[in-house]
Structure formats: structure tokens, C-alpha cells
């Protein structure tokens, strides 16, 4: 997986960043024969300022021979090919510090990713995990031992990758290795990577009772996938914002997108570099606790025309630091209406979207009727709306009604009104002309003009020759 984050305000989490995951050659697996294109070493993903952090993945045996544990950075170093430390499965990777070590001068951050899709991991106690976190922390972080499969390099923290079993022992781990870091000489960093689906199956119990700076989701492979963006039933980035800011013991913890590189990193989820750069800014200019993206993997971004930079490029031309909340723009929501799907409003701090038809209050369930689509700040209906709840008679989208312009008759925006900054664009979905460019809304909106501050309009565009399909933001 790749992460996208600046070193230089890490600390804090302020700064939108990128992370790319390496070590597992996942081009390599998918494409045996291209071997040019086959992982290259740490460093050599280093030489530039697109990638911030890199996981290593992985360490994906706990207790092996020996009682020791064991890492396998495929075409890299594993304990095949490598020669591994007596009487263990632990391959010697030592020639790997001075990538790692030529990193962290140029203010990359490096992890240890623990776990993978098939690692043989887990805790029988808290006692085990933190003697466990002991190991960890002398044999890669600050600690010290006669194992250092790394050599005399320091590693930046540990990420939890874990994709299998509970979530028992994993809060005791985590506590203890903070508390071997509380007095380091440097910052060491936490991080998870939990499935979209909300809660995580194997996560959910160490997320919530213990100290996190950044998860990785990974909204690939699953059904709150990527290529259902859009969709208020499927997409739920909202559910890990709130719970990021309600029920995260760090409420100041970054939640990632996390992305497939390119269509053969995955088995579902991938979008080209544009969808996903316009999905990262809407959720960048929507939601508080956005911190970037992770793509997985790093060898699967260079291969594909170096992806990780286009994304890069957009997280940066979305603004690195600082969040301005939009305002609470949809109609405020009133109990006891009858809500068909589609219908969007606002309640205590989020606008929210129906799933289905409800007259149900919104909350962050996971089995609820409600999305929320965005954070906001200020009154219902802030955003030029008249603060009462106006109810969609359908679920279907309908045109605007009185364009302030002449709508095109040919193209793909034949039949597409003009933006009126009168109208009010009571759902989700509905298309606009404007500036000669088609345009879609993400909510409820009026007033808010296309490409303006507000976020509010996806830009799908210049009007063209070719039809293009009425929910251009959800991808098919």
C-alpha cells in the first residue's frame, strides 16, 4: 500500500499526505515476466518527494522457529533466498540499512508493516503481545539485541496490517511499545490498515482502545470499495470520521484512503489516477480527519505510469494543511418525516444522505439508513438553503427548473440546464452547465458556484461530442 504524508508536519498530522507500501514485488506476482518492472530496491523509490512513508511488508510470522518472529520482503530479502539467523526463520536483511538509513536523511518516514493478507499472527495474551512488543522494539526500533535484521538501522514505528482473527492482545502491544518510545529521542508512529467495511472484523477492538496517528482503510476488495464512491448504501468514509473524531482514543487521528496502484494490485477497486484524485479532494475538502492515500503497492504505482505522482499532485493542489468545515448547506433534518432515498440533510454537524426510505434520525451506523457525505459547521440550510426540510418526491433525479442560460443542444450536455445560482439542487447527482464545462453536485446545494470553495460540484468536463452518464461521480 501506498501513503501519501508530509514528513515535515507528521508529528502532527496536519499535512495531506501519500504512503506506499513496499516490499512484496506485487507487480512482480501479477506480471512474472516482466522483469524490468519488478520491485526495485527502497531507495530507488526515495530519489523523489511523490512518496512520504514506506511500510515495509511485511513481518508476517509472530513466533516462528525459535520463537522468533519472521519477515518477508519478497524479491528483497525472505528466509528462502536469504540466509537467516540461527536456529530462526528470520532472514538477515542487513544489506537493507543503508536504503532504509538514505531514506530517512532525505525526511521519508519507514515502518514495519505487521501481518498481511495471509501472515500467521496473533496473541494468546497480553502478556505474550507485550513481550512481543519488547522483541519488536529491540530488534527494529530504538531497543537493541544481537537480531537486528535491519543492522544498525532504526525503523519509524510499526503498522498493524492485521487481516485475520481478533483484535485480542493487539491494545497491549500497541500501549507497550509507546510506552518504550515516551522517552525516545525521536517520534515513532502507529498505524493501522482495517478494511473498509465498518468495524473492521479483525481491528475494530485495538482501534478503539488504543492510540493511533493514522489508519490506512482500504477501500478496495470490499463492497465500500472505490468503484462505489458515490453510492450513500456502499461509500462510508464518513463512518471512519466519526470515528476518528468520537470514539478513536486519539481524536486527532488521520484516516487514509487506500488504493489499489493499478488494476493488477487488486481484485476490485481500482480507478484511474483522475477518479481517485477527485474523489481524495472532495473527501480532503469534506471531512476534518482526511489525511491522503495509501496505494498499494509501490511497484504496482511505478509500473503503471507512475500513478502515485498524478495523486500526489492532486493532494497537493488540494491544499496541504488546515480544514475549513463547509457549511451545514442541506435542510435541517425533522423527526418524524418520511425520507425517500436520496433524500440529504443536516444534523449535528454532518449532512447526511438517505440510504433508502427512512424516518429514521441519522447516526453513524454502519446498518442504518443514513450516509454521512460530509462534516459542516454552522445552521441547516447555511449554504443558501431556507433551513426547513424539503423532501425529494423521488428517488430519481430530475433537471433544474429556469436555467439563468440557454442549455446545449448537442453533445454530451445536450439537455443539461445551465447553473442558476436560484435553483435549488434539492439531490445528489443532478448535472449543470457551466463555464462550458458539464458539472455534477455532490448534496444539497444553492448558490454555491461550480468550482468555487465550496466543493460542492464535480467537474466532469468540457462539454463534448460524447454522452457521458447521468451519475458521472459513481464509477461503474
Not at 526495485?40 to 518472529?69: E, H, R
Not at 485480542?168 to 510506552?179: D, E, L, M, R, T
Not at 462505489?228 to 484512503?257: C, L, M, Q
Not at 425533522?334 to 444522505?353: D, K, L, Q
Amino acid at each position: 500500500m501506498v501513503k501519501l504524508i508530509s514528513c515535515a508536519e507528521a508529528e502532527t498530522h496536519t499535512i495531506i499526505s501519500l504512503y506506499s507500501y513496499w516490499g512484496q514485488n506485487s507487480y512482480g506476482a501479477a506480471h512474472g515476466t516482466d522483469t524490468a518492472n519488478f520491485q526495485k530496491t527502497l531507495s530507488f523509490y526515495c530519489q523523489d518527494n511523490t512518496i512520504d512513508v514506506f511500510p515495509l511488508a511485511f513481518l508476517n510470522v509472530f513466533f516462528g522457529p525459535g520463537g522468533a518472529p519472521s519477515i518477508n520482503l519478497a524479491n528483497t530479502c525472505n528466509p528462502v533466498d536469504n540466509a537467516t539467523f540461527p536456529g530462526t526463520d528470520l532472514p538477515n536483511c542487513s544489506p537493507l540499512a543503508s536504503d532504509i538509513q538514505t531514506c530517512q536523511s532525505k525526511g521519508k518516514i519507514i515502518t514495519l508493516s505487521l501481518g498481511g493478507a495471509t501472515g500467521s499472527v496473533g496473541f494468546s495474551s497480553d502478556a505474550q503481545a507485550e513481550d512481543f512488543a519488547q522483541t519488536i522494539w529491540d530488534m527494529f526500533l530504538g531497543g537493541s539485541s544481537d537480531t537486528r535484521p535491519f543492522g544498525n538501522a532504526v525503523l519509524d514505528g510499526v503498522d498493524l496490517d492485521i487481516e485475520g482473527g481478533n483484535s485480542a492482545g493487539y491494545a497491549a502491544f500497541v500501549n507497550k511499545i509507546q510506552s518504550l518510545a515516551s522517552g525516545a529521542n525521536k517520534k515513532y508512529y502507529i498505524t493501522a490498515a482495517p478494511q473498509c467495511v465498518f468495524p473492521d472484523s479483525a481491528l475494530s477492538g485495538v482501534l478503539n482502545t488504543a492510540n493511533f496517528d493514522a489508519i490506512y482503510v482500504q477501500f478496495y476488495n470490499n463492497p465500500c470499495g472505490l468503484t462505489h464512491f458515490g453510492e450513500a448504501a456502499n461509500w462510508n468514509f464518513g463512518i471512519w470520521d466519526d470515528w476518528a473524531r468520537n470514539t478513536s482514543p486519539n481524536p486527532n487521528v488521520k484516516v487514509y484512503i487506500g488504493a489499489p496502484a493499478s488494476p493488477s494490485a487488486a481484485g476490485s477497486g481500482y480507478v484511474d489516477p483522475a477518479t481517485l484524485s477527485n474523489i481524495a479532494t472532495q473527501m480532503r475538502n469534506s471531512f476534518p480527519s482526511f489525511g491522503g492515500v495509501m496505494l498499494w503497492d509501490a511497484s504496482q504505482a511505478v509500473a503503471n505510469d507512475n500513478y502515485d505522482e498524478s495523486i500526489k499532485s492532486a493532494l497537493t493542489a488540494a491544499g496541504g494543511t488546515g480544514f475549513e468545515f463547509p457549511p451545514c448547506s442541506a435542510p435541517a433534518f425533522v423527526a418524524g418525516t418520511n425520507y425517500p432515498g436520496g433524500s440529504i440533510v443536516s444534523f449535528e454537524g454532518y449532512i447526511w444522505e438517505t440510504k433508502w426510505f427512512s424516518n429514521a434520525q441519522p447516526s453513524s451506523n454502519p446498518n442504518g439508513d443514513w450516509s454521512a457525505i460530509s462534516a459542516c459547521a454552522g445552521p441547516a440550510g447555511g449554504g443558501g438553503g431556507s433551513g426547513t426540510t424539503t423532501v425529494p418526491s423521488s428517488t430519481t433525479t430530475s433537471a433544474p427548473s429556469s436555467p439563468t442560460t440557454t442549455a446545449p443542444t448537442t453533445g454530451n450536455c445536450a439537455g443539461v440546464p445551465a447553473w442558476s445560482s436560484t435553483v435549488v439542487y434539492s439531490d445528489g447527482g443532478m448535472q449543470v452547465v457551466f463555464s462550458g464545462h458539464l458539472w455534477v453536485n455532490q448534496w444539497w446545494t444553492q448558490g454555491d458556484t461550480p468550482g468555487g470553495a465550496a466543493g460542492v460540484w464535480l467537474d466532469k468536463g468540457a462539454c463534448s461530442s460524447s454522452r457521458v452518464s447521468s451519475r458521472l461521480f459513481r464509477i461503474q
